[in-house]
């Protein structure tokens, strides 16, 4: 089945234009960073479904549903486990940030299975949605920084590269303690 017609550049492109219109079409206020980063959030996640729908990468969608679940889960469980106070005072449910992990999975997953070209962008809307939480007096430092590694790790752990033509294979190798490498399989 071929992909549909679209250009990564053009996605890229979408995904900062977006980023930068929220920034930039108010002044830092507390409410608008507050808003901002609801919908900024989802924007990393939602950009890697679009792009694995978009390349018909089935397997791709499979691991955004699965780092996706997983993250919210684990989320979940901990805010359950850690009743924390927010800086504000509006829950008890301040740890670990949601948003954080929401954006940096998706970030992760972006960066993973897709490549920097697609993380580095999706890592600055990640970046603002962590700060945004903390500015907003949603979370502090530690909240956003436990949300982001419980994204993140969730999506380094639970993706896989896309090689899509080279079907490119490669795994860390040791023998003993003597030495390691690197097995490197191109199939084609």
Avoid at 40 to 67: F, N, Y
Avoid at 134 to 145: E, L, N, R
Wanted: proline residues 5%.
């Amino acid at each position: 089945m071929k992909p549909l017609p679209h250009s990564p550049r053009l996605l890229r492109a979408f995904a900062c234009a977006a980023t930068l219109a929220c920034v930039l079409s108010a002044t830092a206020q507390k409410k608008f960073v507050d808003r901002s980063t609801d919908a900024l959030c989802l924007l990393p996640s939602a950009t890697g479904l679009v792009k694995a729908w978009l390349d018909h990468d089935r397997e791709g969608m499979k691991q955004w549903a699965i780092t996706s679940a997983t993250t919210l889960a684990a989320n979940y469980a901990l805010e359950a486990l850690v009743e924390k106070d927010r800086p504000d005072h509006s829950g008890h449910h301040a740890f670990p940030s949601t948003h954080s992990a929401v954006a940096f999975n998706g970030t992760t997953f972006l960066c993973r299975r897709y490549g920097w070209q697609w993380g580095v962008p999706a890592y600055a809307v990640a970046g603002y949605v962590a700060w945004g939480r903390v500015y907003a007096k949603k979370h502090d430092g530690w909240d956003v920084a436990g949300g982001a590694l419980l994204g993140a790790a969730s999506g380094l752990l639970l993706t896989r590269p896309f090689a899509r033509k080279a079907n490119l294979t490669l795994a860390p190798v040791a023998w003993g303690r003597e030495a390691a490498g690197v097995y490197c399989a191109w199939r084609f």
